[in-house]
């Protein structure tokens, strides 16, 4: 049975359309730090596990319109390290799946994003840049890239740990991340398929929200290279921040 807008909650379907908007800006390179914000912000209106479910397919319709753009920006060296890693952290994923309640959901998005956060904000990050790639380190955050990406499709602030620090040309950086996240998300169907997250009533969801996904990957892609975002970034992270503390309080009172 179709599903019918109507019978939706409005703010459902504003904090979705935002939220799917603004992971499409990241994806596209305009915000590259930021597709991390998706499902904490959907976690609003929806539980997480849901949440999780209907970004699948818009994630995976948003890579596609990357992989056209930046096709031919790629950093293979950095895939060969990172990939093998990635798929391992997704199969952890899965067996894990069962015991992973909402509320630890919930705590390890929160986590990643707070930390990710403050890694912006710290000079750490600056202490390390101009290292080669290290095989161990790639593969050790490819798999928490594959693993926090499976659970909450929050692989972006590992997978950018590892490779910020390289200073890559804009263009290459964000056609690497296409390329890696593509791979990550197509991966994650089986998995999501056997454990029912990919439902009906959720692909409908998804497919409401794909306009808006090509939209906001195709104004990131025309704008990539136009427009100055350091005050967009600020704000961001400062909402992003907000998002994960709220996230934290929701999964530690959830074990209390």
Not at 17 to 41: C, D, E, M, Q, T
Not at 124 to 143: E, I
Not at 171 to 176: D, I, N, R, V
């Amino acid at each position: 049975m179709p599903l019918d807008i109507t019978s939706i909650d409005p703010w459902v379907i504003i904090i979705s359309s935002l939220a799917v908007f603004l992971v499409a800006l990241s994806k596209s390179g305009l915000i590259g730090s930021l597709s991390f914000v998706g499902v904490p912000l959907l976690s609003i209106v929806m539980p997480v596990t849901e949440a999780v479910g209907i970004m699948l397919p818009v994630l995976l319709s948003m890579d596609a319109i990357g992989l056209m753009a930046y096709r031919r920006e790629i950093h293979w060296p950095n895939l060969k390290i990172l990939l093998p890693g990635a798929i391992t952290g997704i199969v952890l994923g899965w067996i894990f799946f069962a015991f992973i309640s909402e509320g630890m959901v919930r705590l390890m998005v929160g986590t990643v994003t707070v930390l990710f956060c403050l890694d912006e904000w710290l000079p750490l990050r600056k202490t390390l840049s101009g290292l080669p790639p290290s095989r161990p380190w790639g593969w050790f955050w490819g798999n928490v890239a594959g693993f926090t990406s499976f659970v909450s499709h929050t692989g972006g602030p590992p997978f950018q740990i590892f490779m910020l620090p390289q200073r890559l040309k804009p263009t290459l950086y964000a056609g690497t991340t296409v390329i890696f996240f593509a791979v990550v998300n197509t991966t994650k169907l089986i998995p999501y398929a056997f454990l029912g997250q990919l439902s009906v009533s959720n692909l409908a969801k998804s497919a409401l929200l794909i306009p808006v996904a090509i939209f906001g990957m195709v104004l990131g892609v025309y704008l990539v290279r136009r427009i100055s975002t350091e005050l967009f970034y600020k704000m961001a992270y400062i909402l992003a921040f907000m998002l994960a503390l709220k996230l934290l309080y929701d999964g530690i009172l959830s074990f209390l």
